[in-house]
């Protein structure tokens, strides 16, 4: 499958990474197509990695993964342009304030009420938008058996059931456990699964080594 990863950071990275080594086909995407990070990161590969723009990769993805940090990414999928139109958006990225001083919070205009999952759906209709992988460190999201064994959950949301399957399947391919992945419904669970984050941060200070977050019924 040819897709397409918006964003050169840790996850973004990881992620495209792991898809490569899937046998996935992948355009990792940034503002410029002379992004260093972005050359940097294709030369480690003989096969499947290219690099380009936003608009670029979204037009070389079938599945576009936005993995831009929650402040950039409206501006990041909208210099897009078409390229994103039709196609299923998994969409990681945390609407952090990093214009605030600690304590961390969330952007204001998307949080409570809204989300960026949910900003992202209303901003492009014409995409299927698919929240997963937003609750756990860059490492889990695609070796979840690092830690218990895989025995940890992934929360999932979304408004289109045909575009949460497909995703569930390529989350199965990484190598997530189908009984691990929670579907919380439609897009409005991305107010809960973004606001994690405020938890996660509290955890990750109080706790040394990798963790996750498991639901027990």
């Known amino acids: ?37 972005a050359i940097e990161f294709v030369n480690k590969f003989e096969k ?13 993805g079938e599945i576009v993964f936005n993995c831009i940090k929650g402040e950039f990414a409206i501006e990041a999928l909208q210099s897009a342009g078409k390229g994103i139109e039709n196609k299923i958006i998994i969409d990681i990225s945390i609407p952090v ?8 919070s969330l952007i204001p205009e998307l949080c409570n009420t809204n989300s960026l999952g949910e900003e992202i759906q209303k901003k492009f209709p014409n995409t299927k938008v698919v929240k997963t992988l937003n609750t756990m460190w860059s490492t889990l999201m695609t070796s979840p058996s690092t830690l ?32 691990t992945i929670l579907d919380l419904g439609d897009i409005v669970g991305s107010r809960g699964t973004e606001a994690i984050i405020l938890l996660w941060l509290r955890i990750w200070g109080a706790t040394i080594g990798t963790f996750s977050i498991k639901v027990v019924n």
């Open 1 to 37: 499958m040819k897709i397409a990863v918006l964003g050169t950071g840790a996850a973004g990275t990881t992620i495209a990474s792991k898809l490569i080594e899937l046998g996935h086909q992948v355009m990792i995407g940034s503002r410029s197509n002379t992004n260093e990070k």
């Open 48 to 60: 499947n990695a290219s690099n380009g723009t936003f608009e670029e990769a979204a037009n070389f």
């Open 97 to 104: 304030n990093t214009h605030k001083e600690a304590p961390l």
């Open 148 to 179: 218990k064994n895989g025995d940890h959950t992934n929360f999932i949301c979304g408004n289109d059931e045909e575009a949460k399957n497909k995703v569930k399947s390529l989350l199965l391919e990484i190598g997530w456990k189908e009984e």
